[in-house]
Each structure stands twice: as C-alpha cells, then as structure tokens.
C-alpha cells in the first residue's frame, strides 16, 4: 500500500480543528474510522481520507498523490489553532476476513474489509481491491474523486463520508444545499460494458455525450453519467454501455 501517506495530528485543538473542516463527524472516531473529505469553499472535492484515532492525536491515511495538496491546505487553515501536523512512517495494512486486533472496518462498506497501520510495509495481500470496489461503487481517488467532483455526486452519503447534522465546514453550504433542495441530474452508476473501452473513455447515447467511462472490473464498470440521457444501449468507443442499477 505504498500509494498511502500517513499524517499525525496532535495537540489539545486538534479536534476542533478537524471538525470545522471536514465532511464527516470527528466525534466519530470514537468507534473506529471516520471516512470525510476537505473541500473547496465552492464544495467542490479537493482531497479524501480515513481518520483513525491515535491516543490524544488524530491519524490521517491520504493517497499519497494528495499529500502535497493536504499538507498545505492543513498548515494554511491551522491559524492560531494548538495543531501539530507530522509525516509518519507508518504503512497501510488492508484485508478482508476477521478485523485483526489493531485493524479497523471500512466505515465505506462492508464488504471492503479492514484497515491497519503498521511499522512495516505490508508483502501479502492478493485481493483485487478494484473489483470490489467496483462490484460496490467505491470511487477511488484520481478516478471517480477528480477536483471536479461535488461529493454527492459520488454516493458520499452511501458511503458514510458526510454528516448533514455536525454543523460547519468547508464547503458545507453548497453541501447541504445539493442534499435538500436540488436533484441530483448526474453522478456515479454501475455499468455493463460489452467491448474494449478504457477508462476515461466518453459515453455517447445515440450522438449526444451522456458520461465517463471509469474504473473497470471484467464486464462490470463504474460510470459517471447524465442520468436524463443514460438509457438503453450507449457506446464507449467500441464497447456497448447499459446500466447496470
């Protein structure tokens, strides 16, 4: 899991300092993971991560592609707060099966098994992480997740990642206006793709561009899509596109 950066949050302001930026409720962490976004003030997605408890300080496990962009955005907003921001050296261990006694639930799923943090780098795993995520329309950051997204879009609720009761953050208006008071006209669906499509490849319904192709396990794809256009039979590329949902 080399594609993981760990960061350690600590000090006595810590908390309050993650609950006014993040999606997800800090008080959460409490029970185990806590799965939550940083956002632009314009709602937009800019970063995702777990956070996981660590003693009086706070583990954030980010890809590691975000580190950069997390680091800043942390230290920009730390102000005055009584926040310590470090790099750590610790590994991202995952599995599915029995949680092992220092690992935690994927809050995202049920079925995305466990996440552990430990001084070595994990050598073992063979699972197909892609196709179960996939098979349950987990969106992986740089995929589905690109600075475009607004997180509702991306099924953020279904997947424990935004608390609509915890008060403010960043990025939270656009949020909450999205949930109550818009319909969602695109987003995430499950596809059948029948034929050589890469991802990033544009559906079409008829002559009219309807989506994205994204992540792909076998026959099974994840799109994004205008969900007004996406019916019946489309094309990516080569392949047939339906839906799947």
Not at 165 to 189: D, I, P
């Amino acid at each position: 899991m080399s594609d993981r950066h760990i960061f350690r949050l600590s000090g006595p302001d810590t908390h309050s300092f993650l609950q006014g930026l993040v999606t997800n409720d800090v008080d959460g962490l409490k029970d185990g993971l806590v799965y939550a976004a940083l956002l632009t003030p314009q709602g937009k997605y800019m970063a995702d991560f777990f956070l996981i408890a660590d003693g009086d300080a706070v583990l954030l496990d980010a890809h590691a592609d975000q580190a950069d962009i997390l680091r800043q955005r942390l230290t920009m907003y730390k102000l005055r707060a009584n926040v310590t921001l470090e790099d750590t050296d610790l590994h991202l261990h995952r599995g599915t099966g029995d949680t092992p006694p220092d690992g935690f639930a994927d809050p995202r799923h049920a079925n995305m098994g466990w996440r552990a943090y430990r001084d070595t780098a994990q050598t073992d795993d063979t699972t197909d992480w892609t196709a179960l995520r996939v098979a349950h329309m987990i969106p992986e950051t740089g995929i589905e997740l690109t600075p475009d997204t607004f997180i509702l879009e991306v099924g953020f609720e279904a997947l424990n990642g935004v608390d609509f009761r915890k008060g403010c953050y960043v990025g939270q208006e656009v949020t909450a206006r999205m949930k109550h008071k818009t319909t969602l006209r695109k987003g995430l669906a499950s596809v059948r793709v029948t034929g050589a499509a890469d991802t990033g490849t544009e559906i079409k319904s008829g002559d009219k561009p309807a989506g994205t192709l994204l992540s792909r396990a076998g026959d099974t794809a994840i799109a994004y899509l205008r969900f007004d256009r996406a019916e019946g039979d489309m094309q990516a590329g080569e392949a047939t596109v339906t839906r799947a949902d």
